[in-house]
């Protein structure tokens, strides 16, 4: 890459929708066209930002954090990621591919959370300046299939992702309507099938992104 910005991409979901799948098989296929990628996630992608993760994901007092601490815990994150990863990666032309960005956010902490859009959109733009990807994947399921992958894992779910199913239903709701309110910005891709299958939807759903990239 010459001297352009590189793209930002972010996959968005519920917990079991295959995003970190997804986002490492992006990747490949990137350097395989010779794009500069780097892959990260969130909370986390910088020694600072997972410290904090680990605050979020087992808090160490047993109430856990309130939810304005919360949003504010993973606000903090997401400043420290993109300042010291995102966005020099970025300036050097690199693409970027996260697992999760400010959507979930948007969808855990404003939308099931309850704190609202406007709150979490404020924090964003106060410590990301209101960064955006270029383009956002979520990756939707039906419950069912989700759920079963999750079991597959085997691992102890953490603070957030062992929340009960009524707020992980308004997580996808709050997903949708993130996406049915910026066509441009979202892709939402049918979860369900094998990794290449699914892989080829993202492919697909970047097309317009991919075209010209590379060397
Ligand atoms: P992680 O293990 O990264 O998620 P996944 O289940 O997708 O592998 O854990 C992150 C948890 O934090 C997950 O339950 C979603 C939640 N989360 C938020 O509530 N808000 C956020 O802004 C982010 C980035 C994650």
Redesign the pocket.
């Known amino acids: 890459m010459t001297g352009a910005r590189g793209r930002f991409i972010a996959f968005e979901g519920g ?1 079991g929708a295959g ?2 799948t997804q986002a490492r098989l992006l990747a490949e296929a990137l350097r395989a066209r010779g794009v500069g990628v780097v892959t990260t ?3 986390g992608g910088t020694p600072g930002a997972e410290a904090i993760r680990a605050l ?2 087992a808090p160490p007092d047993a109430e856990g954090w309130t939810p304005q601490a919360e949003a504010l815990l ?1 606000a903090a994150a997401r400043a420290d990621h993109v300042a010291r990863l995102i966005r020099p990666a970025l300036e050097r032309g690199d693409w970027v591919v996260c ?2 960005f400010v959507d ?2 948007r969808a ?2 404003g939308g099931a959370g309850g704190l609202g859009d406007d709150a979490v959109l404020a924090l964003h733009a106060f410590g990301s300046e209101g960064l955006r990807p270029d383009r956002v994947i979520l990756l939707e399921g039906g419950e069912d299939a989700l759920a079963a992958r999750l079991s597959g894992r085997g691992e102890a779910a ?1 603070a ?2 062992g929340r009960p199913t009524s707020y992980h239903r308004k997580v996808a709701a709050a997903f949708a309507a993130l996406a049915e309110a910026d066509p441009q910005g979202f892709a939402r891709l049918d979860a369900e099938g094998t990794p290449q299958e699914v892989h080829t939807r993202v492919l697909a759903a970047l097309g317009d992104l991919l075209a010209g990239a590379g060397a």
């Open positions: 917990e995003k970190s996630r969130e909370p979020l994901l993973f697992d999760r979930s956010s855990y902490q953490d957030i992702e």
